[in-house]
């Protein structure tokens, strides 16, 4: 278990609102990211982050922002959502050490926009 | 480009042996992954590769080939629990430290 919590676990919401989903750690594990898994795509990269305020974009970012104030919160929200946000949001952190690397996911939100 | 290649699906009986395969195409390499996913849960980490070899774990093995972009999971003494998906992943240093993942590929394990 590596100390990764995210909430909302489920939330249904309409188009156009904002939805913040919360990703917490208690490894205070350096990098930590956001993906989204949808059928036939598999995991993509939201955004990531390497430490505390400095985040970077990863392949599907449009649409989403991210925070990191403190090392064991990763927030991330969308503005105004769509249906095609609909999906499933995993939060993960990596811990790497010379030859060794892992990356550890969260329990994952489902988000279903209306 | 980035990519990578895995099965979609594949099927084998219980007590066999699975070989999931996975080629890669990415701008860096700084090693490889394996992840089990169950329906409806997160992945689990299951390997990771970062020089040419053959690394065992078990009843998993994970081999790659960095020359030929190319890794395979091994999955000896099948059981009925290992039906899930297999992801193959890449860590990618380039523009940087990201993960790139493949599809998955679906195994079902038969009685």
């Known amino acids: 278990d590596a100390g990764i919590t995210q909430s909302p676990r489920h939330k249904v919401t309409e188009t156009g609102t904002p939805v913040t989903l919360r990703c917490h750690q208690t490894?205070?594990?350096?990098?930590m990211y956001w993906y989204r898994q949808d059928p036939g795509h598999g995991l993509r990269l939201i955004h990531y982050?390497?430490?505390?305020?400095?985040?970077d974009k990863g392949e599907v970012s449009d649409g989403y922002s991210v925070s990191r104030s403190k090392t064991e919160d990763f927030l991330l929200t969308l503005e105004s959502a769509t249906s095609s946000q609909t999906s499933v949001y995993f939060c993960?952190?990596?811990?790497?050490?010379?030859?060794?690397?892992?990356?550890?996911f969260g329990p994952g939100t489902r988000l279903t926009v209306l | 480009g980035q990519n990578i290649d895995q099965p979609t699906e594949m099927t084998a009986t219980e007590g066999a042996i699975v070989q999931i395969n996975c080629t890669y195409q990415t701008s860096g390499f700084n090693g490889l992954f394996w992840y089990q996913q169950h329906a409806g849960e997160a992945p689990t980490f299951l390997s990771y590769?970062?020089?040419?070899g053959l690394e065992e774990k078990g009843r998993f093995s994970s081999f790659l080939s960095r020359s030929k972009g190319y890794s395979y999971l091994l999955l000896k003494e099948l059981q009925m629990k290992d039906s899930a998906s297999y992801l193959c992943a890449v860590r990618d240093p380039t523009g940087g430290f990201k993960t790139i993942f493949g599809a998955g590929t679906r195994l079902f394990v038969k009685a």
């Open positions: 993960a952190i990596s811990e790497s050490s010379g030859t060794t690397d892992t990356q550890y």
């Open positions: 982050s390497y430490g505390v305020k400095d985040t």
């Open positions: 490894e205070n594990h350096r990098y």
């Open positions: 590769n970062v020089l040419d």
